[in-house]
């Protein structure tokens, strides 16, 4: 073999070998950007399992889950701990770790993450919850001809002339 064929066979092998090695050189280069895209997904996550903890602790406090004297302590932390990856998230978007910003403009962002209402924004909850409070009270009890209520005397279902029980609540009819 000459010279010509050797040389040609190395120059062929380093031109593998930079093509192979490549992607290695692009994986270095793109490790700082993929970790702070890991942060940021980290951070939006745990957003959301704090937003779906809320929803699911005001849920659990309205049927009567949570104690009352506990909802008001559990609300405040998971709202404190929102709070607090809110403004990550703000720093990390911003690529700022809140330099610029001022004491007031912080203040007024943390009220307004720790505002979130428990109530209903559904107009529909509403009008429900309007025509519950006007609901016209039960009906008193009135006899018939035959002496027999026509309602029962507890929940002012109406009952059958040969009822026993209410349909409505279950207690006995005399």
């Known amino acids: 073999m000459d010279y010509g064929s050797i040389l040609l066979l190395l120059a062929l092998v380093v031109i593998v070998g930079a093509f192979i090695a490549s992607p290695l050189r692009e994986k270095r280069a793109r490790g700082a ?3 702070i895209d890991i942060d940021l997904s980290e951070l939006l996550a745990e957003r959301e399992r704090i937003l779906e903890a809320l929803a699911e602790l005001d849920f659990d406090n309205e049927m009567g889950k949570v104690p009352d004297d506990l909802y008001p302590s559990q609300r405040k932390a998971l709202l404190k701990r929102g ?5 990550l998230l703000d720093e990390h978007t911003s690529g700022d770790p809140g330099g610029d910003k001022t004491e007031v403009e912080r203040s007024e962002r943390l009220e307004r993450a720790a505002s979130i209402r428990t109530e209903w924004d559904d107009p529909l909850e509403a009008i429900i919850a ?3 409070a006007k609901k016209a009270p039960a009906p008193a ?7 027999n209520s026509k309602y029962c005397p507890e929940c002012g279902e109406a009952i059958q002339s040969g009822d026993r029980f209410c349909s409505g609540c279950g207690t006995k009819i005399s």
């Open 83 to 87: 709070a607090a990856v809110l403004r």
């Open 33 to 35: 950007d993929s970790e």
């Open 130 to 132: 309007a025509r519950r």
């Open 141 to 147: 009890p009135s006899t018939g001809k035959s002496g």
